[in-house]
């Protein structure tokens, strides 16, 4: 997750220019220009937020590639079985299995990734009606959710 900072930082920019924006807006009793501005707040998020997930699901790529080669190098199949599959060591592994290799899918936190990968998926296909929340709140979840992954 190295450019979840960045990214971060970036939105942070954003909205002060936003917040200032917003009040000259309202100021001027701007409607129209406030909803405009409200549109463009929104598109930013949407991405913004896609790209954040983006980085975790990198980090879970990640997890789970360090996890398939520790595995298959075990020399002892009771450990290695299953691992050393042609449907676990290729690229089109779909997401939530990877993320079920490295979390376990029991954990209160796989069902709030899940539900955020969805959200994820609708705003990175051009969705605008699943809200995407605080992007402050989606950061500490990424986090935390990253202390979880094992390999």
């Known amino acids: 997750m190295q450019k979840l900072p960045e990214i971060k930082a970036t939105y942070e920019w954003f909205f002060n220019h936003y ?16 909803d405009r501005l409200e549109a463009r707040r929104d598109v930013m ?9 983006g980085q975790f699901e990198k980090e879970v790529d990640s997890r789970f590639q360090r996890a398939v080669a520790t595995r298959i190098a075990n020399p002892d199949w009771t450990q290695r079985r299953g691992w050393d599959s042609p449907f676990i060591s290729g690229n089109r592994v779909p997401f939530e299995t990877k993320l079920a290799m490295v ?15 969805e959200t994820r998926n609708h705003c990175a296909h051009g969705g605008t009606t699943n809200p995407v929340g605080s992007i402050d ?15």
């Open 137 to 151: 709140s989606l950061a500490a979840d990424l986090y935390r959710w990253q202390s979880e992954l094992r390999t």
């Open 103 to 117: 979390l376990d899918s029991r954990s209160p936190s796989f069902g709030k990734i899940r539900q955020t990968y």
């Open 19 to 34: 917040q200032a924006e917003i009040e000259n807006r309202t100021r001027q009793n701007d409607l129209p220009g406030i």
């Open 45 to 53: 998020e949407r991405g913004i937020f896609v790209l954040m997930f």
